[in-house]
């Protein structure tokens, strides 16, 4: 399962890189505005400075919704950088534009995605990923890991080639969780990522060590 981060913050994204576990990078327009990124030039030029960090897959969210706006937006985040994937929300005209954009061997990430029956259309439509938000489906008591076990199922009974990148996760277990059902990516925010070092017994366990060790140096 590979790992992406789920920020635009920089020195985040950084830290996880420095880790060396990181396989890419996921933004969107709300992660962007919370680092106070704001402005076609601006968002643009963190692209290309978190591309220039991380050696992986760093999706790139068009704002257009018709098809034509979506397929120019694509077109010109895709030039920037050969790692950069573009993100379509799952409307009608963004499966059109993944078809194009498939079409033109463009990488694509179509997010926003929250059931089965839109997994297996963006499929169809030759999506390089999919990005069904199981936090948020979690928060109106839906039970997300059961959606990407179910999509996960259905890919692999149809034989899709649609990689599932888990998003909207909120905590280590989730993590856990797609990894027991089968997601090819997560995306997370980074605290969630370094929960999944922490156990009490291993913090005592080196504690002791540490202690016996410097017991007999003295
Ligand atoms: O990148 C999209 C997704 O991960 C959003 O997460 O926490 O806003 O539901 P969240």
Same mark, same amino acid.
Request: glycine fraction near 8%; hydrophobic fraction near 45%.
């Given at each position: 399962?590979? *790992? *992406?981060?789920?920020?635009?913050?920089?020195?985040?994204?950084? &830290?996880?890189?420095?880790?060396?576990?990181?396989?890419?990078?996921?933004?969107?327009?709300?992660?962007?505005?919370? &680092?106070?990124?704001?402005?076609?030039?601006?968002?643009?030029?963190?692209?290309?400075?978190?591309?220039?960090?991380?050696?992986?897959?760093?999706?790139?969210?068009?704002?257009?919704?018709?098809?034509?706006?979506?397929?120019?937006?694509?077109?010109?985040?895709?030039?920037?950088?050969?790692?950069?994937?573009?993100?379509?929300?799952?409307?009608?005209?963004?499966?059109?534009?993944?078809?194009?954009?498939?079409s033109k061997g463009i990488k694509t990430n179509c997010t926003l995605l929250f059931s089965a029956g839109q997994a297996i259309l963006a499929a169809k439509a030759g999506a390089t990923y999919i990005s069904p938000f199981l936090g948020r489906l979690d928060d109106i008591s839906y039970d997300g890991i059961q959606l990407i076990e179910q999509i996960v199922h259905i890919y692999n009974i149809q034989g899709y080639d649609t990689q599932v990148l888990a998003a909207s996760i909120r905590n280590p277990v989730h993590i856990v969780k797609c990894a027991e059902a089968g997601a090819d990516v997560i995306t997370s925010p980074l605290d969630s990522i370094l929960a999944l070092l922490k156990h009490p017994l291993t913090d005592i366990g080196l504690e002791k060590f540490l202690a016996d060790y410097n017991k007999g140096n003295k």
């Amino acid at each position: 399962m590979k *790992f *992406f981060i789920d920020t635009a913050n920089l020195n985040q994204i950084k &830290e996880a890189n420095d880790l060396g576990i990181l396989d890419g990078v996921t933004t969107n327009p709300s992660l962007m505005a919370k &680092e106070g990124i704001t402005g076609a030039e601006n968002i643009i030029k963190h692209y290309v400075d978190i591309c220039n960090l991380v050696d992986g897959d760093v999706s790139a969210e068009v704002i257009s919704t018709d098809f034509a706006g979506i397929v120019r937006e694509g077109e010109m985040l895709a030039a920037l950088h050969k790692n950069i994937v573009v993100k379509v929300p799952m409307i009608k005209e963004g499966i059109k534009a993944i078809k194009y954009f498939s079409s033109k061997g463009i990488k694509t990430n179509c997010t926003l995605l929250f059931s089965a029956g839109q997994a297996i259309l963006a499929a169809k439509a030759g999506a390089t990923y999919i990005s069904p938000f199981l936090g948020r489906l979690d928060d109106i008591s839906y039970d997300g890991i059961q959606l990407i076990e179910q999509i996960v199922h259905i890919y692999n009974i149809q034989g899709y080639d649609t990689q599932v990148l888990a998003a909207s996760i909120r905590n280590p277990v989730h993590i856990v969780k797609c990894a027991e059902a089968g997601a090819d990516v997560i995306t997370s925010p980074l605290d969630s990522i370094l929960a999944l070092l922490k156990h009490p017994l291993t913090d005592i366990g080196l504690e002791k060590f540490l202690a016996d060790y410097n017991k007999g140096n003295k």
